[in-house]
């Protein structure tokens, strides 16, 4: 059993940065592919980034590309999500996910239902 531990979220201005952070728990064996998704109130959740823990290859939708990236720690176990430029659009909730369709991300949705382990979510605010 996976357990996702996600950190970091919160407020931030346009233009800003923010990062989240999120640890999993447990047997990570089955988790070759970590996600980050959002889901903002009133619309679907809908894929972000997305990484192969080995490897690092990395996937990003396109309203992110060039903003955000996401990233890996092995000596922590951790995956990451930087976001900078930071829009009021980017507003939502953030989920950690694992054990996915890693490049599936760019699809509307991200292909969410097959990940197999989800974290508790983060809220992430951007407002002047």
């Known amino acids: 059993q996976v357990q996702l531990v996600e950190s970091g979220g919160g407020s931030g201005q346009p233009g800003g940065s923010l990062r989240l952070s999120c640890e999993p728990t447990?047997?990570?064996?089955?988790?070759?592919?970590m996600s980050w998704f959002r889901q903002a109130p009133g619309k679907e959740r809908e894929g972000v980034a997305a990484?192969?823990?080995?490897?690092?290859?990395?996937f990003y939708t396109d309203s992110v590309k060039g903003r955000f990236t996401i990233s890996q720690d092995n000596t922590k176990n951790t995956v990451y999500l930087q976001m900078n430029s930071l829009k009021p659009t980017d507003t939502a909730m953030y989920y950690c996910a694992a054990d996915g369709p890693c490049a599936a991300i760019t699809t509307p949705g991200g292909s969410w239902p097959d990940y197999r382990y989800w974290g508790q979510g983060t809220q992430v605010t951007v407002s002047s």
């Open positions: 990484i192969y823990r080995r490897g690092g290859s990395a």
């Open positions: 447990g047997s990570t064996a089955s988790s070759y592919c």
